[in-house]
């Protein structure tokens, strides 16, 4: 890779997704939930571009004109093999660096995403994350809806070549840290202040829309650019909202 590498952060978005259909589009404070996560984003300083990463389907054109309206690209593909999707998107966009997030963290700091991206060309991996489930599990990462994963598009690419499972094709980057013996992995561990294992600010089910909009609307109008010290301080200071969706069951890849 010769000169400045080129870094695109690619956000998977449909909707037709099955717990909450359409949830990037729901709307809170006059912004869909998708406007709200492209707005955080474009505030990372090291990003070079934005990409959706839809699909094919008519259902997505809301999100396609979403993304127009909003000055980000967007890039369709395959429903199903999300893996094809962004490896493609990279390809049409010309990236050397993707930063992989999923539409259903409006909330998502943008500076998890600098600090990612610099912890990743210092360390040399082939694949970053800031979200190790295991940490999770014992009480030590963030809340779910904050992820950030750092990898090259040609590493991407050869893990795409080499893998013809189902379960890949569906959660793109699981190739890289489900494989360490083929690739490099980093996780990065997480500061006190940034820890809320029992919490999850992620957009699957109604529950997770209710937490989100309330987040929104108590830490947006007053600090826009608003830290996740800020949401896990927020959620500490309200468990009446922070349980509303506890019990929501978690799907771990």
Not at 93 to 100: F, G, L
Not at 118 to 130: C, I, M, R, T
Not at 159 to 181: C, G, I, K, M
Not at 218 to 245: G, K
């Amino acid at each position: 890779m010769s000169g400045k590498p080129r870094i695109i952060a690619t956000i998977e978005a449909r909707m037709t997704s099955s717990r909450l259909p359409g949830k990037v589009m729901k709307e809170c404070l006059g912004k869909t939930m998708l406007a709200h996560m492209v707005d955080r984003v474009k505030r990372s300083e090291i990003l070079d571009d934005i990409v959706i990463a839809t699909t094919v389907n008519d259902t997505d054109d809301v999100l396609v004109k979403e993304a127009e309206r909003l000055g980000v690209h967007s890039y369709r593909g395959s429903e199903d093999n999300v893996m094809s999707r962004v490896v493609e998107a990279a390809e049409f966009y010309q990236a050397d660096i993707i930063v992989e997030l999923t539409g259903d963290c409006p909330l998502l700091d943008p500076a998890l995403i600098d600090v990612a991206v610099a912890e990743y060309f210092d360390s040399g991996v082939d694949y970053l994350s800031n979200l190790d489930i295991d940490e999770f599990d014992r009480g030590l990462a963030h809340p779910l809806g904050f992820a950030v994963q750092v990898f090259s598009s040609a590493i991407l690419a050869d893990a795409y070549r080499r893998t013809n499972d189902p379960l890949d094709f569906e959660h793109v980057s699981r190739p890289l840290y489900q494989t360490p013996e083929r690739y490099s992995v980093k996780y990065m561990p997480t500061p006190d202040r940034q820890r809320g294992p029992d919490m999850s600010v992620t957009l699957d089910t109604p529950e997770d829309f209710q937490v989100i909009s309330a987040v929104l609307e108590s830490l947006l109008p007053e600090h826009p650019d608003f830290t996740i010290e800020d949401v896990v301080a927020f959620l500490s200071a309200h468990p009446e909202i922070r349980r509303i969706n506890q019990d929501i069951g978690r799907v771990k890849v």
